[in-house]
């Protein structure tokens, strides 16, 4: 008899066992969460959830940002998030830049969220993404079609 044939259905039942731990502890880790993870209701939520970008900009000299948030149609759930990534020694100027593309932002009725981060090289840019808060994510798991039928 192979022996390769003889160890199929161990490895078969691991995975399967694997797939059933991971599904429990999906299904448990909610209640488990720490207080400094937990959203403030109807305050935005200190965690977000937040699904592939619909717009980039960066500011790379070919167009403005004003220009740029110009030219967008949003759809009111929509998130912007202002990105500045600074090389070693340029903090400051980092935060410089944050802080005018936030004004520009606010000049056009958008409310961003910021990142200042470290990096190699200075780079800035903005991004449109559809977000939500943790509490938005777990309306929708409460209104499912499987907690309908129960």
Same mark, same amino acid.
């Given at each position: ?38 959203? =403030? @209701? ?13 717009? &980039? $900009?960066?500011?790379? /000299? +070919? ?47 958008? =409310? @961003? ?13 903005? &991004? $449109?993404?559809?977000? /939500? +808060? ?17």
């Amino acid at each position: 008899m192979n022996a390769r044939l003889a160890n199929g259905w161990q490895i078969t039942l691991a995975d399967l066992a694997l797939i059933l731990f991971l599904s429990a502890a999906a299904a448990i880790g909610p209640q488990n969460e720490p207080a400094s993870a937990q959203a =403030e @209701p109807g305050g935005g939520g200190l965690l977000t959830i937040a699904a592939d970008p619909v717009s &980039v $900009f960066r500011a790379d /000299g +070919t167009a403005s940002f004003d220009e740029w948030l110009s030219s967008r149609l949003t759809d009111p759930r929509e998130r912007l998030t202002i990105i500045v990534r600074h090389a070693p020694g340029r903090r400051q100027e980092a935060f410089e830049s944050v802080a005018r593309m936030a004004l520009t932002a606010q000049a056009h009725g958008f =409310e @961003p969220h910021m990142t200042i981060e470290p990096a190699p090289r200075d780079e800035a840019l903005a &991004v $449109f993404a559809f977000a /939500g +808060t943790i509490d938005l994510a777990r309306s929708l798991q409460d209104h499912s079609p499987d907690k309908a039928q129960q």
